[in-house]
């Protein structure tokens, strides 16, 4: 057995369940014995997981499988995201793609459970009393038409940008004017999934998003750090951060047990 052979046979089984996140996974020797290879190639094979995050190697303690929910991701993917500048302009384009195709899959795909949450979140919206809470309120909302669509890979990718999507959404929340023309869209979008108008979701969806286009000014094309920089010295109050709202966001989230859309 060869090191590529040794690393798809232990990527089948991770990928299956067999070897279930968290696992902790046998020692070189004992791979080495099982599989009749080297131990130079069982490091190889697991140098390879590593490679591609299936597995994480703890130093004195072994290979353990990662997890591999889509926040488990979002973390390390957020981190190129910052590296690499990203700005709203690039965000909006993203999410334009992405959020589109959720709200048009969840006007024929979406569970009455499904447009209760949409509908609940735009209650709590209505009804935040701050703008951290209507941040809160309007990534659920979003979560919530990505759940909607049930498709995994469209959850685990606005999973990844989730973190950006908070500090932009501070940025919209406290310019008037982008509220005012954006926020109104939330129960179209709803309506449209709601009544399973497929076409009328997408689009409400994609005028929602173009709002920022032509209102950011000069912050479109400015880094999101930079923006939620400004926009969080402003309206966090002290001691508080902003991984504490995307911590009430995931328990958000894991309450009603379903996954990431805005």
Same mark, same amino acid.
């Given at each position: 057995?060869?090191?590529?052979?040794?690393?798809?046979?232990?990527?089948?089984?991770?990928?299956?369940?067999?070897?279930?996140?968290?696992?902790? +996974?046998?020692?070189?020797?004992?791979?080495?014995?099982?599989?009749?290879?080297?131990?130079?190639?069982?490091?190889?094979?697991?140098?390879?997981?590593?490679?591609?995050?299936?597995?994480?190697?703890?130093?004195?303690?072994?290979?353990?499988?990662?997890?591999?929910?889509?926040?488990?991701?979002?973390?390390?993917?957020?981190?190129?995201?910052?590296?690499?500048?990203?700005?709203?302009?690039?965000?909006?384009?993203?999410?334009?793609? +992405?959020?589109?195709?959720?709200?048009?899959?969840?006007?024929?795909?979406?569970?009455?459970?499904?447009?209760?949450?949409?509908?609940?979140?735009?209650?709590?919206?209505?009804?935040?009393?701050?703008?951290?809470?209507?941040?809160?309120?309007?990534?659920?909302? *979003?979560?919530?038409?990505?759940?909607?669509?049930?498709?995994?890979?469209?959850?685990?990718?606005?999973?990844?940008?989730?973190?950006?999507?908070?500090?932009?959404?501070?940025?919209?929340?406290?310019? @008037?004017?982008?509220?005012?023309?954006?926020?109104?869209?939330?129960?179209?979008?709803?309506?449209?999934?709601?009544?399973?108008?497929?076409?009328?979701?997408?689009?409400?969806?994609?005028? *929602?998003?173009?709002?920022?286009?032509?209102?950011?000014?000069?912050?479109?094309?400015?880094?999101?750090?930079?923006?939620?920089?400004?926009? +969080?010295?402003?309206?966090?109050? @002290?001691?508080?951060?902003?991984?504490?709202?995307?911590?009430?966001?995931?328990?958000?989230?894991?309450?009603?047990?379903?996954?990431?859309?805005?």
């Amino acid at each position: 057995m060869t090191r590529a052979t040794l690393s798809a046979t232990l990527e089948a089984q991770i990928v299956s369940g067999r070897l279930a996140a968290g696992m902790k +996974l046998p020692s070189e020797r004992q791979l080495a014995e099982r599989y009749g290879v080297s131990r130079p190639i069982v490091r190889e094979a697991l140098r390879s997981l590593v490679e591609r995050d299936l597995v994480e190697i703890k130093p004195g303690r072994g290979s353990y499988v990662r997890d591999g929910r889509p926040a488990a991701a979002a973390g390390r993917l957020d981190a190129l995201y910052r590296r690499s500048q990203a700005t709203p302009r690039d965000l909006v384009e993203a999410r334009t793609m +992405l959020e589109c195709t959720a709200a048009e899959l969840a006007a024929q795909r979406a569970t009455p459970e499904d447009e209760a949450a949409i509908e609940t979140a735009l209650f709590g919206f209505d009804r935040a009393g701050s703008i951290i809470e209507r941040a809160r309120f309007d990534m659920t909302f *979003h979560l919530a038409v990505a759940r909607a669509s049930h498709n995994p890979v469209i959850e685990t990718m606005f999973g990844s940008i989730t973190a950006l999507t908070v500090e932009l959404m501070l940025r919209s929340l406290s310019d @008037p004017d982008v509220t005012r023309l954006s926020v109104p869209y939330h129960r179209q979008i709803f309506e449209g999934i709601r009544d399973r108008e497929p076409v009328r979701a997408r689009t409400a969806m994609a005028r *929602h998003l173009a709002v920022a286009t032509s209102l950011y000014g000069d912050d479109y094309d400015r880094s999101i750090e930079s923006v939620a920089r400004r926009e +969080l010295e402003q309206l966090l109050a @002290p001691g508080v951060t902003l991984d504490d709202l995307l911590a009430a966001v995931g328990a958000e989230g894991r309450d009603d047990d379903r996954t990431n859309c805005r």
